[in-house]
């Protein structure tokens, strides 16, 4: 992943005083609707909350999972490549022990967002449709327990990525339970037959770590070298473990078929298949975000790059009232967005509202 330029800014701002109060707090608007329900409380979920807060409007995020739902299933031992500072939120302050931070204390520092602003989080609930029209949407929920409910809201905004959506291999076996599109930790797989299926920075950290810990790892990949998004300092590594023999790769490969104990790749010209030992596969290839609540509220979408159709400038989609935010607006490519630069899109979104009822952005805004 490469930084951004055009979106970035310096997040430098003192961190705000506790959230002004709402026109629902002041009395002066029907609670029981919110200016802006979020939908998926990531990182820029978080940050389109905390944005709403202190530009005075009311909110409400919705997530499926637990909060920062994507980064609780990231490898567990892995550092952000991003330093602190710009991962932060509105200004408040990421203090961590070592230059990048950890995927546990990013998560700890999440909560900490959520808390100071004091963000409506509800978690564990799935937004599975979206009604109405801007001044008065619908979001119709489905709880884990079942409980089915609905938030009304005048605004809101889609910020629900797409980690957890993997692009499958879409072949025999897949579905067997030796299978994972995660990787968590390495301990698992010591003194197994481990395939890493992709050639992007996922499968080359994780195939490291194995062989590190003692997995026997092949790497397989259609391509003829690694994704361009490789981290340049993990590079020597993998080429050097490649060189002596101690990860073996099946470059311009791909996975035919998966069974109990191999696995069968084809070679992508010749369409030659070998066989292999193997106890685990782990589909390291990638994910694109799920087009339904988007195509059910009408949100064009490209067809070739994913990106849903939407103004730059305030991330309103062509149906008015509707927003997005994050990851999602990089369609296929999360290499083009990622927290560095979609903490600012909630921003821009609060602006436009705030700019939309003839209210003045709060200083810093
Ligand atoms: C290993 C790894 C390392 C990374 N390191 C960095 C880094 O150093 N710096 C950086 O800037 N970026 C990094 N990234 C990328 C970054 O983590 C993502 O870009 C970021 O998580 C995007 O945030 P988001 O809020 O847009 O989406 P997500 O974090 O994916 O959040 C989307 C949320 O929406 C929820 N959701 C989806 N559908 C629904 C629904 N229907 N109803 C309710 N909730 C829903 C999901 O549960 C999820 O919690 C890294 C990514 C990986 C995989």
Not at 326 to 337: K, Q, T
Request: charged content about 25%; hydrophobic content about 35%; some cysteine.
């Amino acid at each position: 992943m490469t930084p951004s330029t055009s979106t970035t800014r310096p997040d430098r701002s003192t961190p705000s005083t506790p959230p002004p109060r709402t026109r629902e707090e002041a009395g002066g608007a029907d609670p029981t609707v919110v200016d802006m329900a979020v939908v998926g409380a990531g990182p820029c979920g978080i940050a389109a909350g905390a944005a709403a807060r202190r530009a005075g409007l009311s909110t409400v995020l919705v997530d499926r999972g637990p909060l920062c739902a994507s980064v609780v299933d990231y490898p567990w031992y892995m550092s952000f490549f991003s330093t602190p500072e710009k991962l932060e939120v509105e200004g408040l302050p990421f203090v961590t022990a070592e230059k990048n931070a950890t995927r546990r204390e990013a998560l700890a520092y999440y909560r900490r967002v959520a808390e100071y602003f004091e963000l409506p989080v509800r978690l564990h609930e799935t937004v599975e449709a979206v009604e109405g029209r801007e001044g008065d949407f619908r979001l119709r929920t489905r709880r884990d327990s079942g409980r089915e409910d609905e938030i009304r809201a005048r605004r809101i905004v889609l910020a629900i990525g797409g980690f957890h959506r993997p692009n499958l291999l879409d072949v025999p076996g897949e579905d067997l339970p030796k299978v994972s599109h995660w990787y968590g930790e390495a301990h698992p797989y010591w003194k197994k037959d481990v395939l890493v299926v992709g050639g992007s920075n996922s499968a080359v950290e994780a195939s490291l770590e194995l062989f590190r810990t003692g997995a026997r790892v092949t790497m397989v990949h259609f391509g003829s070298d690694f994704d361009p998004g490789v981290k340049p300092w993990v590079l020597p590594d993998i080429r050097n473990r490649l060189e002596k023999g101690e990860i073996r790769m099946f470059w311009h490969h791909r996975v035919a078929r998966i069974e109990a104990e191999e696995v069968v790749l084809r070679e992508e010209d010749s369409g030659q298949t070998r066989t292999l030992a193997n106890d685990r596969v782990l589909a390291l290839t990638g994910w694109r975000p799920d087009p339904k609540l988007l195509r059910s509220l009408g949100v064009p979408v490209d067809p070739d790059t994913g990106v849903p159709e939407h103004d730059p400038e305030t991330f309103e989609t062509p149906i008015p009232g509707v927003h997005i935010a994050g990851v999602l607006a990089a369609g296929y490519d999360a290499n083009r967005i990622f927290i560095e630069n979609g903490r600012w899109h909630g921003r821009a979104i609060a602006r436009a509202i705030l700019a939309d009822s003839g209210q003045a952005a709060p200083a810093g805004n």
